[in-house]
């Protein structure tokens, strides 16, 4: 996977992946059912012929399962590469149906972009230990280990799934971050010591198939996010931070998130700070019986900071 990813960075491939809504409306819309370059190849996981590829490269697909036999002759990719600046990050294929997809679209990119934001305000001093707690590809925690990269922070990408460790493994190799670890487990009981730096980007839907990287438990799917709130807190080093973005569900004015997090902040002699990113995210969601309530699905930042 790394060997692909790099060839790309050489073609100078970019592609930003958008929500699987527009992903499919794109593909719906084409007129050509196959694949013409890369970008189609690898971005919007077109089936494409053998023959668009340079026979070395469609011989290392084949062998490392990236690609799969989609009839009439034809291949498609089982994996997709986006990009985030100079960051190329291999995840799940589109669609991502399966209970443990790994996934990149549009919350990546806010999720990256608060990071950015954090560290622009207050940046990462010498020898700092971070942790990027249910790091699917990886994005997170790479996108604040190369915020500046004079300072070469410790980083620990954790994830209960063995699949998206093996993106973010290959992720990390394909940004060339070092003194980089990896740990597979149940959030903080996979991971030792205390971090100056931990984000997390959980599921936050309540997703009726329950698969792993949407589902995030509770009435609305808060519930993984609190957890990781109160879990993270304690494993925070003096002055360190945690940087959360998630969704909240609002029903008439209120905010069922911020009211689950003032909970358990109360009990902190902390700073904290919280912000909506993106009023309205998963309009289609509140089709579901689970929303019935809810006006809108808001995506969000919590910034907790320990004395």
Not at 59 to 77: E, I, P, T
Request: charged share 20%; proline share 6%; with cysteine.
């Amino acid at each position: 996977m790394v060997d692909v990813g790099r060839w790309l960075q050489s073609q100078r491939y970019q592609f930003i992946t958008p929500t699987p809504a527009t992903h499919a409306l794109v593909l719906g819309r084409r007129t050509d059912a196959t694949a013409s370059d890369l970008r189609d190849i690898f971005g919007w996981n077109l089936p494409f012929a053998e023959s668009l590829l340079p026979t070395e490269w469609m011989a290392k697909l084949q062998r490392s399962g990236l690609v799969q036999a989609w009839g009439a002759g034809l291949q498609r990719a089982t994996v997709r590469f986006s990009t985030f600046g100079s960051l190329l990050f291999p995840h799940s294929s589109f669609p991502t149906t399966q209970n443990e997809s790994v996934f990149f679209g549009p919350d990546t990119y806010r999720f990256a972009g608060l990071i950015r934001r954090q560290l622009s305000l207050r940046p990462l001093q010498g020898r700092s230990r971070v942790l990027d707690m249910g790091c699917g590809s990886g994005a997170g925690g790479l996108v604040a280990a190369i915020h500046d990269r004079t300072v070469s922070p410790q980083l620990v990408l954790a994830d209960i799934s063995p699949l998206a460790l093996r993106f973010a493994q290959a992720s990390a190799e394909l940004a060339n971050v070092p003194h980089v670890g990896f740990s597979q487990g149940d959030l903080f009981n996979s991971v030792a010591g205390d971090f100056d730096l931990v984000v997390a980007n959980p599921p936050y839907l309540n997703d009726g198939a329950q698969r792993l990287y949407r589902h995030g438990g509770g009435r609305w799917g808060e519930a993984l996010s609190i957890r990781i709130l109160r879990e993270g807190y304690p494993r925070l080093a003096p002055g360190g931070r945690l940087v959360l973005y998630t969704g909240s569900s609002i029903s008439q004015g209120g905010d069922h998130l911020l009211q689950a997090a003032e909970a358990e902040l109360a009990a902190y002699p902390c700073r904290w700070s919280y912000e909506e990113i993106d009023p309205d995210v998963f309009g289609d969601e509140l089709q579901n019986p689970a929303y019935a309530d809810i006006d809108r699905i808001a995506a969000v930042g919590l910034v907790v900071q320990k004395p």
